[in-house]
């Protein structure tokens, strides 16, 4: 049986393998990233990359018990460093994609998928309405930002770990400005450098503000400080432009709602044509779609495509349950 209950459970004949559970622990436990919403609480062993072990420390400043589990293929998902999908399974296949990108992104190959006979796979943009522009432009468009704006301050907004890397990569070549990084942004680039080799030019906002000011730096901070108080006073004090960096930017509403000059569509998860092309390679017999868009997908790959496919809901168990 697959279900969705705190994580992903997979309850197999042997054992029980839960994905990215908070707190539930299984005879397996799988953590396919450092991002907070995915890391187990618990002082159990966990499988993952060495890379998510170590990122997982630097932010909690607990040790993580990692788990070489040879049974379990973990595979470079694209999403951020470190983060992996998971093959497992006897005669019959199971991949747990975790949270997913295609796309090559600054120093991150896309993921590459492989067969299965059951898919698990993310939805969060599940929908035609998030379909993202070519990668390249993209990056095209950021770049002319910067390079448009070099009068003034400017504000960029992405998630501390994986987005606000990958914000800081794109612009470095087109910069002859400082960079400034939010003191939770430092701490993962930090993180970061220690344990690969990819580097930043960014120095820390803490000790250098006043840069704003006086040589229109460039501050990369969480998208959670979008509409702090300090931010606002920042703007007010000094001028400038907030930019927003999110797949959510595909509709206007991202803009508005975080209260942004500009807004980019960069995403650390696939789009829905890319949601689709995964699951044609991955050539699975069922789909189990989850989080975001999970009706909207799994019903446009069964009634479009032809895929046995269900949204995975709290408790619900397996594909034959709903037929």
Not at 59 to 79: A, M, N, Q, Y
Not at 278 to 306: C, I, K, M, W
């Amino acid at each position: 049986m697959i279900r969705e209950k705190d994580g992903i459970h997979f309850e197999l004949d042997e054992r029980n393998i839960v994905a990215d559970s908070r707190s539930t622990t299984g005879d397996l436990n799988i953590v396919s990233h450092a991002h907070f919403d995915h890391l187990h609480q618990s002082r159990s062993q966990v499988v993952c990359s060495e890379l998510t072990a170590k990122l997982t420390e630097a932010r909690t400043g607990e040790e993580v018990d990692r788990l070489e589990e040879h049974d379990i293929k973990l595979i470079p998902s694209g999403h951020i460093l470190g983060s992996t999908a998971a093959l497992f399974g006897g005669e019959k296949k199971y991949l747990y994609t975790g949270d997913v990108s295609m796309r090559k992104t600054a120093y991150l190959d896309g993921f590459n998928p492989v067969s299965a006979d059951a898919l698990v796979v993310e939805s969060t943009y599940g929908v035609p309405a998030y379909t993202f522009p070519d990668q390249k432009e993209v990056e095209s468009r950021i770049k002319n930002f910067i390079q448009d704006n070099r009068d003034q301050p400017l504000y960029l907004f992405g998630y501390s770990l994986g987005k606000a890397q990958k914000i800081q990569k794109i612009i470095e070549s087109v910069v002859e400005r400082p960079v400034l990084a939010h003191g939770a942004v430092k701490k993962m680039n930090d993180a970061v450098e220690e344990y690969t080799g990819v580097s930043f030019q960014a120095e820390s906002y803490g000790e250098n503000k006043q840069k704003l000011e006086d040589e229109n730096a460039v501050l990369v901070a969480p998208s959670r400080s979008s509409q702090a108080d300090w931010i606002d006073k920042n703007v007010e004090r000094y001028g400038g432009l907030k930019a927003g960096f999110s797949g959510w930017a595909a509709q206007s509403s991202f803009k508005f709602r975080g209260g942004y000059d500009e807004t980019f569509v960069l995403s650390d998860h696939c789009d829905f044509n890319e949601l689709l092309e995964l699951v044609r390679q991955v050539d699975p017999e069922e789909v189990y779609t989850h989080h975001g868009f999970d009706e909207e997908l799994a019903s446009h790959l069964s009634n479009q495509l032809g895929y046995s496919a269900r949204a995975l809901k709290q408790n619900q168990t397996s594909l034959g349950q709903f037929q």
